[in-house]
C-alpha cells in the first residue's frame, strides 16, 4: 500500500475528467529528452513527482488524484490515462481498440500475443521512456518493454494488466563520421539495421534472423555471424545510453559507469531501458557473406556430428566460419540441417568445411548471399503465431556427448507423438574459443565463461506448438531430455552451468547460472543504479536477478 498526500493533486476533480474526455492536443511537454547525468545515482530522498516535475511534466493535470489504496487495475487506469494526456490519443492503446490487437498480435510467440496489457504506450521519444517509468513508480502500475518481441514466453515483453512499452519509433540508424562505430535505437530489428549498414560496407555483430529487436538480443549476450571473429553482440557495444530508475539517462562504456556496462553484457533488462547502443562497426564489403542450409539423412548422422565437433574446435583457426546443426523428425523419418555462414563471400572451398563437404547432403542451398536478405531467409523458418519454447544447456565440447545428446532426443521424441502441430528440434551450437576470448575485452562480461572451460556446445530444444493445453506435455519433454544430457555431461565430466539467456527457458534461472561472484556483483550494481528494485518489482518480467520467469519445480531449470 501506498498513501498518498491529499494536498498534492488539489488540481485534479474538475481539469482532469474534463480533459480525459476530450480530443484537445495532448500535454505539452517542454522538454521530451530524459534528464542527463554523469553516474545518474538515485538520492535517499529522491522524489518521483519532483522528477517528473523536472521533465517538464505539469503533474497537477494527471488523472492520478485523490486515491489513497490502489488496486493493481486502479493503478493502471491511473498511469494509462496519464499517458495519453501527456502524449495523445495516438501513443496510448486500449484493449478496445484495432491498433490493439494488431500490437498483440505482432509478437512472435502466441504465448505472449496471448496477454493482455492495460494499455500499450509506444513511447514517441527518450523522454517519454523516462516518463512511463516514473509513472510506473508513482502509480504502482507495473510494465514490460518490446523491442522486437521475440522471447518465447509470457511476460518477457508484454504484461499481463501493466503497460507494455513499445520502443519501435527508437528507431535511429547513425553511422558515426570515422565509420568505426553506429549508434542504434532499439526499435530496429536486424534486418532494418543490416539494410541501413549495406550502402556504407558496414555490418556490426548482431542477430541472425530478421526480426529480431536490437534489444533484448545484445542484452542477452548476442550470437552473431562473426562472433568467431570478434564476440558475441554485447561483447562489441562501445557504449550505451541507458534511462535509469530515476528517469535520468547515463553512458555506459568502458570508462563511464564501468559498472554498468559490464552488467549490460549479458544482464538483460535488470538495470534500466536501453535507448542506444553504439556498436562498433566491422567492414563487410558489399554486404555479402557465404551461408545456407544442407539438409542430411539418418545415415549421415555420425559424420554430421563429427563435422559439427570439427568446425567447433578448429575455429581459433578460422574465425569467418558459424554453424549450428539442427536434429528432428519430418513425417517420421529423422533428418537433420546443417546452416553453414562465413564471415566473407565464397567461403564453401575453405578448408574448415572439409568434412562437411564429405558428407551427402539431399538439399544444399549455401551461396554467396547479402546480409539484410540473409535474415529475411532464415525468418522463414520461425513463423509467427504459435506456442515456442526454447530451452536450453550448456557442455564442455566433446564429441560423443553430442551423439549421446541427440540419441536421448530421438528416444524422448515419442512422447510428442500426440500435440498437435508440434516440431520439436534439438539445436547445437558452439561457444567457440574466440568467442571466449572476446568475451574478456574491456573489462569482460558477467556470463561466467572461461577461456579455460571452452570451447563449449550450447544445446537446446526449440518447439512449436498449437494448444495451451499441451503445455504441460511439451515442457514436460523439454524437461526429460536436458534432465538426461545434463546427467550425461555430469557423469563424464563435461558440465557447465551456465545457460544462454536469449535460449533460456521459462523455468531457468538465466542469472544463477553466470556463478555466484558474478550473480552477486550483479545484485551489487542493481542496487547502486535501482535501490527501489524498480526493475525487479515493477518490471517483473523476463530473466530476474533473484529468479526465473516463472518458478516451478516440475521443470528443468538449468
Same mark, same amino acid.
Given at each position: 500500500?501506498?498513501?498518498?498526500? &491529499?494536498?498534492?493533486?488539489?488540481?485534479?476533480?474538475?481539469?482532469?475528467?474534463?480533459?480525459?474526455?476530450?480530443?484537445?492536443?495532448?500535454? @505539452?511537454?517542454?522538454?521530451?529528452?530524459?534528464?542527463?547525468?554523469?553516474?545518474?545515482?538515485?538520492?535517499?530522498?529522491?522524489?518521483?513527482?519532483?522528477?517528473?516535475?523536472?521533465?517538464?511534466?505539469?503533474?497537477? %493535470?494527471?488523472?492520478?488524484?485523490?486515491?489513497?489504496?490502489?488496486?493493481?487495475? @486502479?493503478?493502471?487506469?491511473?498511469?494509462?490515462?496519464?499517458?495519453?494526456?501527456?502524449?495523445?490519443?495516438?501513443?496510448?492503446?486500449?484493449?478496445?481498440?484495432?491498433?490493439?490487437?494488431?500490437?498483440?498480435? *505482432? $509478437?512472435?510467440?502466441?504465448?505472449?500475443?496471448?496477454?493482455?496489457? $492495460?494499455?500499450?504506450?509506444?513511447?514517441?521519444?527518450?523522454?517519454?521512456? %523516462?516518463?512511463?517509468?516514473?509513472?510506473?513508480?508513482?502509480?504502482?502500475?507495473?510494465?514490460?518493454?518490446?523491442?522486437?518481441?521475440?522471447?518465447?514466453?509470457?511476460?518477457?515483453?508484454?504484461?499481463?494488466?501493466?503497460?507494455?512499452?513499445?520502443?519501435?519509433?527508437?528507431?535511429?540508424?547513425?553511422?558515426?563520421?570515422?565509420?568505426?562505430?553506429?549508434?542504434?535505437?532499439?526499435?530496429?530489428?536486424?534486418?532494418?539495421?543490416?539494410?541501413?549498414? %549495406?550502402? $556504407?560496407?558496414?555490418?556490426?555483430? *548482431?542477430?541472425?534472423?530478421?526480426?529480431?529487436?536490437?534489444?533484448?538480443?545484445?542484452?542477452?549476450?548476442?550470437?552473431?555471424?562473426?562472433?568467431?571473429?570478434?564476440?558475441?553482440?554485447?561483447?562489441?557495444?562501445?557504449?550505451?545510453?541507458?534511462?535509469?530508475?530515476?528517469?535520468?539517462?547515463?553512458?555506459?562504456?568502458?570508462?563511464?559507469?564501468?559498472?554498468?556496462?559490464?552488467?549490460?553484457?549479458?544482464?538483460?533488462?535488470?538495470?534500466?531501458?536501453?535507448?542506444?547502443?553504439? $556498436?562498433?562497426?566491422?567492414?563487410?564489403?558489399?554486404?555479402?557473406?557465404?551461408?545456407?542450409?544442407?539438409?542430411?539423412?539418418?545415415?549421415?548422422?555420425?559424420?554430421?556430428?563429427?563435422?559439427?565437433? &570439427?568446425?567447433?574446435?578448429?575455429?581459433?583457426?578460422? *574465425?569467418? %566460419?558459424?554453424?549450428?546443426?539442427?536434429?528432428?523428425?519430418?513425417?517420421?523419418?529423422?533428418?537433420?540441417?546443417?546452416?553453414?555462414?562465413?564471415?566473407?563471400?565464397?567461403?564453401?572451398?575453405?578448408?574448415?568445411?572439409?568434412?562437411?563437404?564429405?558428407?551427402?547432403?539431399?538439399?544444399?542451398?549455401?551461396?554467396?548471399?547479402?546480409?539484410?536478405?540473409?535474415?529475411?531467409?532464415?525468418?522463414?523458418?520461425?513463423?509467427?503465431?504459435?506456442?515456442?519454447?526454447?530451452?536450453?544447456?550448456?557442455?564442455?565440447?566433446?564429441?560423443?556427448?553430442?551423439?549421446?545428446?541427440?540419441?536421448?532426443?530421438?528416444?524422448?521424441?515419442?512422447?510428442?507423438?500426440?500435440?498437435?502441430?508440434?516440431?520439436?528440434?534439438?539445436?547445437?551450437?558452439?561457444?567457440?574459443?574466440?568467442?571466449?576470448?572476446?568475451?574478456?575485452?574491456? *573489462?569482460?562480461?558477467?556470463?561466467?565463461? @572461461?577461456?579455460?572451460?571452452?570451447?563449449?556446445?550450447?544445446?537446446?530444444?526449440?518447439?512449436?506448438?498449437?494448444?495451451?493445453?499441451?503445455?504441460?506435455?511439451?515442457?514436460?519433454?523439454?524437461?526429460?531430455?536436458?534432465?538426461?544430457?545434463?546427467?550425461?555431461?555430469?557423469?563424464?565430466?563435461?558440465?557447465?552451468?551456465?545457460?544462454?539467456?536469449?535460449?533460456?527457458?521459462?523455468?531457468?534461472?538465466?542469472?544463477?547460472?553466470?556463478?555466484?561472484?558474478?550473480?552477486?556483483?550483479?545484485?551489487?550494481?542493481?542496487?547502486?543504479?535501482?535501490?527501489?528494485?524498480?526493475?525487479?518489482?515493477?518490471?517483473?518480467?523476463?530473466?530476474?536477478?533473484?529468479?526465473?520467469?516463472?518458478?516451478?519445480?516440475?521443470?528443468?531449470?538449468?
Amino acid at each position: 500500500m501506498r498513501l498518498w498526500s &491529499g494536498c498534492l493533486w488539489a488540481a485534479l476533480a474538475l481539469a482532469v475528467n474534463a480533459q480525459s474526455n476530450s480530443t484537445d492536443a495532448p500535454l @505539452a511537454l517542454p522538454d521530451n529528452a530524459p534528464l542527463n547525468s554523469t553516474d545518474g545515482l538515485e538520492p535517499a530522498d529522491f522524489n518521483v513527482t519532483q522528477a517528473l516535475v523536472d521533465m517538464g511534466v505539469d503533474v497537477s %493535470a494527471l488523472p492520478i488524484a485523490q486515491v489513497v489504496e490502489r488496486s493493481s487495475s @486502479a493503478a493502471c487506469t491511473l498511469a494509462c490515462a496519464s499517458l495519453e494526456l501527456l502524449y495523445g490519443a495516438q501513443s496510448v492503446e486500449f484493449s478496445n481498440s484495432a491498433a490493439y490487437t494488431a500490437f498483440t498480435s *505482432g $509478437y512472435w510467440s502466441q504465448i505472449q500475443e496471448n496477454v493482455q496489457p $492495460y494499455c500499450i504506450f509506444k513511447a514517441p521519444n527518450k523522454g517519454a521512456v %523516462a516518463v512511463v517509468i516514473l509513472l510506473s513508480r508513482l502509480t504502482t502500475c507495473p510494465f514490460a518493454v518490446k523491442s522486437g518481441g521475440h522471447a518465447a514466453f509470457q511476460g518477457a515483453s508484454n504484461i499481463e494488466g501493466g503497460i507494455t512499452v513499445s520502443l519501435a519509433a527508437l528507431d535511429t540508424i547513425t553511422v558515426s563520421s570515422d565509420k568505426k562505430t553506429v549508434a542504434v535505437g532499439p526499435g530496429n530489428t536486424w534486418n532494418a539495421v543490416y539494410t541501413a549498414l %549495406a550502402p $556504407y560496407n558496414l555490418a556490426v555483430l *548482431g542477430g541472425r534472423v530478421a526480426p529480431i529487436g536490437v534489444g533484448g538480443l545484445t542484452t542477452g549476450g548476442g550470437i552473431s555471424f562473426f562472433s568467431s571473429l570478434y564476440g558475441w553482440a554485447c561483447d562489441n557495444v562501445a557504449s550505451y545510453d541507458v534511462i535509469l530508475a530515476s528517469g535520468v539517462q547515463v553512458t555506459a562504456s568502458p570508462t563511464t559507469n564501468s559498472d554498468l556496462y559490464w552488467s549490460l553484457r549479458g544482464g538483460g533488462n535488470n538495470f534500466g531501458i536501453v535507448v542506444n547502443f553504439n $556498436y562498433l562497426a566491422i567492414s563487410l564489403p558489399g554486404s555479402e557473406l557465404w551461408g545456407g542450409t544442407r539438409i542430411y539423412t539418418e545415415d549421415q548422422f555420425a559424420g554430421l556430428a563429427n563435422a559439427f565437433a &570439427g568446425v567447433v574446435s578448429d575455429s581459433p583457426n578460422d *574465425g569467418n %566460419a558459424g554453424q549450428w546443426v539442427a536434429w528432428l523428425e519430418s513425417n517420421g523419418t529423422k533428418i537433420a540441417s546443417a546452416e553453414l555462414y562465413y564471415g566473407q563471400p565464397n567461403g564453401r572451398s575453405a578448408a574448415i568445411w572439409d568434412n562437411y563437404n564429405a558428407l551427402t547432403a539431399i538439399s544444399d542451398s549455401t551461396q554467396n548471399r547479402q546480409l539484410a536478405a540473409y535474415t529475411a531467409e532464415l525468418a522463414s523458418s520461425n513463423p509467427y503465431g504459435l506456442r515456442e519454447t526454447y530451452y536450453g544447456l550448456t557442455v564442455k565440447a566433446d564429441e560423443s556427448l553430442a551423439v549421446l545428446a541427440k540419441d536421448i532426443f530421438y528416444q524422448e521424441l515419442p512422447a510428442m507423438a500426440n500435440v498437435a502441430g508440434a516440431n520439436p528440434v534439438l539445436i547445437y551450437q558452439g561457444i567457440t574459443l574466440p568467442m571466449i576470448e572476446n568475451m574478456q575485452k574491456n *573489462g569482460g562480461n558477467p556470463l561466467g565463461i @572461461a577461456v579455460a572451460d571452452g570451447p563449449l556446445y550450447l544445446i537446446h530444444v526449440a518447439c512449436w506448438w498449437d494448444n495451451a493445453s499441451d503445455d504441460a506435455t511439451v515442457y514436460a519433454f523439454v524437461t526429460s531430455v536436458l534432465t538426461q544430457i545434463k546427467a550425461a555431461a555430469t557423469q563424464i565430466g563435461k558440465q557447465n552451468a551456465y545457460v544462454y539467456m536469449n535460449y533460456g527457458g521459462v523455468y531457468e534461472d538465466v542469472i544463477q547460472s553466470y556463478g555466484a561472484a558474478n550473480k552477486a556483483r550483479l545484485k551489487r550494481v542493481a542496487a547502486k543504479y535501482d535501490p527501489q528494485q524498480v526493475f525487479q518489482v515493477l518490471q517483473p518480467g523476463y530473466f530476474k536477478l533473484d529468479r526465473a520467469p516463472v518458478v516451478d519445480a516440475r521443470y528443468f531449470s538449468g
